[in-house]
């Protein structure tokens, strides 16, 4: 709904979601600038700008943007910025030409927004494969048509040898009740979720009908579509920045490394 009412405002530019990293010098002063009173009737603007377009738009989050006169909104899944007067709205990529990426990078408050919705997933609806003692875990939002997401999980072992821990979450992206969200829901189902993942990502045939159980597929899809998934895989690790979609092993190794050590980490390709 919300793409369709901004495409319509402000020429169809398509909302995306980014990589994300940790939050620069620079946009720490930006943020810092603002009083408390003054961040508190920017997010009011920002609300009623929202509200004005539609009444019906549920906005998940406002905070600072990572440049200034701006608060940065999730609005059902979907990051714009509105301006602190609440007279102007932008979608898509913002770049930061001095640091050469887009800005939504610099942003540590949608990360940590991000954050929280990821970590209400219980550890035990996650399909998890994991070294015995990691030293990064991931949560990737997956499903088991897509290619990128296959070829990942070939190589499931060789990102655990880079002591990378991969949980899964469900994100049927054709939908939910659509065959693919069928899939999901045996994989979930199956007795034993691991071997089922891997025989449906190797493109075997899964029954999807049979004995009912209780499943996160659809929550986790939920989930996925409030933190900004626009694609599978999508890969986060565990303070809520997107590292990217696809990448290989030693490739994701060094991403989390550098967002370790505060570094900018490459967004991946999909």
Request: aromatic share 6%.
């Amino acid at each position: 709904m919300l793409r369709a009412i901004l495409a319509a405002l402000v020429g169809g530019l398509s909302l995306s979601a980014c990589a994300q990293a940790p939050q620069s010098a620079a946009a720490t002063a930006v943020t810092a600038a603002a009083s408390p009173a003054d961040a508190a009737a920017a997010e009011k603007n920002a609300r009623e700008a929202l509200k004005a377009i539609n009444p019906e738009l549920e906005v998940d989050y406002v905070g600072p943007a990572p440049f200034a006169g701006f608060r940065e909104v999730v609005v059902t899944g979907q990051l714009v910025y509105v301006s602190d007067d609440g007279n102007y709205l932008m979608q898509g990529s913002v770049l930061d030409v001095a640091n050469r990426m887009d800005a939504a990078q610099a942003s540590v408050g949608l990360a940590n927004y991000r954050k929280q919705l990821i970590d209400s997933i219980p550890h035990g609806e996650r399909i998890v494969f994991a070294p015995p003692n990691p030293v990064y875990t991931i949560s990737v939002f997956t499903d088991v048509e897509c290619g990128y997401c296959r070829k990942l999980h070939e190589q499931i072992a060789d990102y655990n040898k880079q002591g990378i821990a991969v949980e899964y979450l469900a994100y049927p992206r054709m939908g939910l009740g659509s065959e693919d969200h069928k899939k999901m829901i045996a994989v979930w189902c199956a007795a034993d979720p691991k071997l089922a993942m891997t025989e449906a990502k190797a493109g075997h045939k899964l029954a999807t009908g049979g004995k009912e159980c209780t499943n996160p597929v659809s929550k986790e899809y939920d989930i996925g579509q409030r933190v900004g998934v626009n694609g599978t895989p999508a890969i986060f690790n565990a303070e809520g920045y997107q590292v990217g979609g696809y990448l290989p092993p030693e490739q994701l190794r060094a991403a989390l490394d550098k967002l370790a050590a505060g570094r900018d980490a490459p967004a991946g390709a999909r």
